[in-house]
Each structure stands twice: as structure tokens, then as C-alpha cells.
């Protein structure tokens, strides 16, 4: 199946990721404040963020990359790599508290850079969100086998 047909998607930013002092949250647009009801029944959210720092037409051109850890050459498809033809990442992220009044959700870290453009939130439903018996590549099969309790970070 060769897809010729260019398509164009718009995307609007939700928010953007702020890190101050030692907080970090994500601060959400006035518009979209409603569609934080109920958030704050969750421990975790994934958040869908712009890699907006490797958005480029070079880097969207990239298919292939070497993931960190001597790892060897993968399709970016099979790695966690910025460089991405749609440069859009996913985090899952611990909530600390959220601030319905302000637009705030207080986050314990993400690996994204200050004021990162958010593209979407979702509750963590373990039901659909995790698998039990997940295979990986040998190259990452000594990696944690949950999500660090004090979260990820960007590499700088």
C-alpha cells in the first residue's frame, strides 16, 4: 500500500509545560480548563506533547536512528527518538495536585523542556494502558520494568 495523498492536520496547544524553581506543571489554556473535570481522580495522566525543539524538515525526514545504550541501528518507529516525522511524544506523568481555579496540573517531572507545547491529556487506565507480558528488543530487555516513581526527565 503506497499512501500518496498528502493530508493536513492542525493541531492546537492545549498548554505548555512550565518548570519553575522545582515545580513542574502543565499550564492549560483558559478555553480548555472545563476539560480538566475529574482529573484529579487519577494518580497518573499521559500527555502528548510537540517535540517542538526537533521540529524540522530535516529531522522529519529521518527513518532510522541509534537508540542510546549501544544499541543498534532501528527504524524510528522502533525507538523512543525526538527526531520523528510527526514530532509528537508521550509521557506518563505522576499528578501532585491540580489547581481546577487556574488551569494547573502539578506533575512530578516529564522529559520535556520548559514550555513545551501539550497536545493532548488522558487519564491512566491500567486496563488499557499496560501490557502483562510486553516483549522488547534485547538491547533495551535490562531497562526498569515500571516507570521510575520520580518520573522522567529531559535529557539536556
Known sequence: MNIKKKEIFHIYPLGYIRREKKQIFLEINDNYIPALKGIDNFSHIQI???????????????????????APETGIFACRSPIRPNPIALTTAKILNVDFENGII???????????????????????????????????????????????????
Open 48 to 70: 502528548f506533547w510537540w517535540l517542538n525543539k526537533f521540529d524540522n524538515e530535516k529531522y522529519r525526514q529521518r527513518l532510522r536512528c541509534h537508540p542510546p545504550y549501544n
Open 106 to 156: 502539578y506533575i512530578n517531572n516529564i522529559d520535556a523542556h520548559k514550555d513545551t507545547p501539550i497536545i493532548d491529556i488522558k487519564g491512566y487506565f491500567p486496563s488499557c494502558d499496560r501490557v502483562k507480558n510486553p516483549k522488547v528488543p534485547e538491547w533495551a530487555s535490562n531497562w526498569s520494568q515500571w516507570y521510575p516513581e520520580e518520573g522522567l526527565s529531559p535529557k539536556d
